[in-house]
């Protein structure tokens, strides 16, 4: 064995070992309290810059293509999650604890405008002017066509209604025709008022202690249901449709202006926030250590190594690098 062949393979060898067991670990620890002492150093826009980020975007987020295969294996899983689900007895309590829905409800409390809103595009559309059209009619032609407060009052006023009513129906059968139409025409004329004064009837009842209170009546409804009941409202074709809707909403939305300019805003306010000052900074706000860092690469790349030195794959990659430069080297 010649000089370099037996130096190449000391220095293979003691590569190697760096990758496996307690010395991976020490290895990984090592270089990643050096990087972070080196994040110390240097400010988040001498290593990357908001072009560059938005760059980015644009190449994964706004035009990266959602495969066909994607799509099936996501509506799978979906799936999936939801026959689960169907045979779960878990309790909406156990997942969503009350302090998190008291905080919804609470935010909902703080909407007050946003409430508003909702409540007049809702009395603004034509279903809500069919529903209280069709309740004022059946309501008024209830009341006046059966036995109400005024003929149980006046004495004998039931029995000559009934009467009368039997009487006319017979005697002129289009009458209650044209009484409809009369009624269909006073209810068409007055329906706008009707709307107004329901909003406003609304906006005044539901107010924070109503809300509070349905909030309430909700959760002593659904808290104890488990999630088994939860997902039989709905079926697998369903979630299916809802997954191409997403889809289809997602592949148009990102490509919108809207996006694009969110998008740019965060990561611009990001740069002000954090641009000038070092990387590691950014890491101790958010809580992120070297030691976990180290820890959690260290479970992540372990099976990794132990696979790919077991299967000589990770020799023969150290092998080929190494290779190229002893060979330079012994020829120079």
Known sequence: MDNKTAILEAHVQFELQKFSGEALKKTLHEEIAALFAWFAQVKTNEVVNSSQIMALIQRTVIELPITDELTDFIRENV???????????TSVA??????????????IVGMEKLRHEVTHQLVSSPPYSMLIANVLYHGIKGFALS??????????????????Q??????????????????????????QQTINESEQFLNKSLDDKLIRKIGDEVWAAQSTEPMSRLAGYLDSSS???VVEIVQEFW??????????????????????????????????????????????????????????????????????????????????
């Open 166 to 191: 039997n009487a006319l129906s017979a005697a002129a059968p289009k009458l209650e025709k044209n009484v409809d139409k009369q009624l269909i025409t006073f209810i068409n004329a007055n329906i």
């Open 79 to 89: 799936i999936v999650a939801f026959e689960y689900l169907q045979d779960d007895k």
């Open 239 to 241: 979630l299916e449709q």
């Open 94 to 107: 156990e997942i969503f604890p009350r302090p998190i829905f008291d905080q919804i409800v609470e935010a």
């Open 251 to 332: 592949l148009h939305y990102r490509q919108t202006p809207l996006f694009y300019e969110l998008v740019q805003g965060v990561v611009h306010s990001f740069f002000l926030r954090y641009g000038r000052k070092p990387v590691r900074f950014l890491l101790d706000e958010i809580g992120i250590t070297a030691d976990m860092v180290a820890q959690e690469a260290y479970a992540l790349a372990e099976p990794f190594a132990e696979k790919a030195l077991a299967s000589g794959y990770l020799e023969e990659r150290i092998r080929q690098r190494l290779d190229a430069f002893y060979s330079t080297y012994s020829a120079a």
């Open 147 to 164: 036995e109400n407060a005024f003929s149980r009052n006046v004495p004998g006023a039931s029995s000559l209604f009934k009467l009368g």
